[in-house]
């Protein structure tokens, strides 16, 4: 993991197209701005998570009807 230091509207630049700014720092929270193309999805961790798992379930749950439609019943 790289670990920089930025201050309030200071920037960095990823890949070219993305760029993260520092917005506001207030005790222990800091207000972060992202722009980047429409095409590239931005999700808060947790949420990116929760996403991983409904498609984990849903394909499970797809294998699992393709698995009975075998069985010819």
């Avoid at 992202?34 to 931005?42: D, K, N, S």
């Avoid at 949420?47 to 409904?54: H, R, S």
């Amino acid at each position: 993991m790289l670990a920089l230091s930025r201050k309030k509207n200071e920037a960095l630049i990823i890949n070219n197209n993305v760029e993260i700014t520092i917005l506001e720092v207030k005790g222990d929270q800091v207000k972060v701005g992202i722009e980047a193309p429409r095409e590239i999805p931005v999700y808060r961790k947790e949420v990116y998570l929760q996403i991983q798992e409904a498609n984990k379930a849903s394909s499970d749950v797809a294998g699992t009807v393709d698995a009975l439609k075998n069985l010819g019943l």
